[in-house]
């Protein structure tokens, strides 16, 4: 049997990620959910974790005068649970080097777009706007540039002519949450790993991403 793998899982919303992780480590997942933090006190996502037994901490950004001395903290408290994966699950910050530097190679994050398509904000919006055939998710290794870092995983859909970014969201969102379980997954059992700044898959580098569902892209 695979050892469990200790997780720390970063939210600012809603959570329907970390509840898809919550639901596989219910499920197979060998993974250990050991805290959820969130930037936000009111994130739905608190609620979830309560509800799995889950521990919670909430560290408030503004209660800190800078962004350097948050991600100071922010490093500490996510190290006291010593995480072998953090996961940032709709966590809406943008990181220092110094905290991205700590966890090295250890830290995912999802964005829903097909990466290097559409980083920052607003990406099912500028999808359409820009006229996409196809649209997805991506899951990453975290590095200092921002949604960045060596991609491991796609799921992509279809982007339809009566399409709005609601309905697009939502049609994304239901692959992110197969999608981030199965990159979690790869890692937990030892077949996903950074070495240097080279995402490999059994060893040998991933030019590019793994794709989730290459027979539902049309
Ligand atoms: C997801 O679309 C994810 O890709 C993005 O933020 C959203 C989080 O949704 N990074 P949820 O909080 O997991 O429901």
Not at 74 to 89: F, H, M, R, S, T
Not at 109 to 138: C, D, Q, V
Request: charged share 25%.
């Amino acid at each position: 049997m695979t050892e469990k793998l200790p997780l720390v899982v970063l939210i600012s919303g809603s959570g329907s990620n970390l509840q898809a992780i919550i639901d596989g480590a219910a499920d197979d997942l060998p993974v250990e959910i050991r805290a959820v933090i969130s930037n936000k006190a009111d994130a739905y996502g608190l609620e979830r974790a309560r509800k799995a037994g889950i521990e919670t901490r909430v560290l408030d950004h503004k209660e800190f005068s800078d962004r350097d001395s948050y991600d100071l903290a922010l490093g500490d408290l996510i190290e006291e649970y010593q995480p072998g994966l953090v996961i940032l699950a709709g966590f809406m910050r943008i990181l220092t080097l110094a905290l991205v530097g700590r966890f090295h190679g250890r830290m995912f994050n999802i964005h829903p777009s097909l990466l290097p398509k559409f980083r920052g904000l607003h990406t099912h919006e500028r999808a359409i706007e820009a006229g996409e055939r196809m649209h997805g998710a991506s899951v990453h290794f975290v590095t200092e540039e921002l949604d960045g870092g060596p991609l491991i995983i796609q799921a992509q859909v279809p982007v339809k002519t009566d399409d709005n970014p609601d309905t697009l969201a939502a049609r994304v969102l239901k692959q992110e949450h197969i999608l981030y379980p199965t990159a979690i997954r790869m890692f937990a059992e030892g077949s996903l790993r950074m070495e240097g700044d080279v995402a490999c898959h059994h060893g040998s580098p991933l030019n590019s991403p793994i794709i989730l569902n290459p027979d539902q892209a049309t």
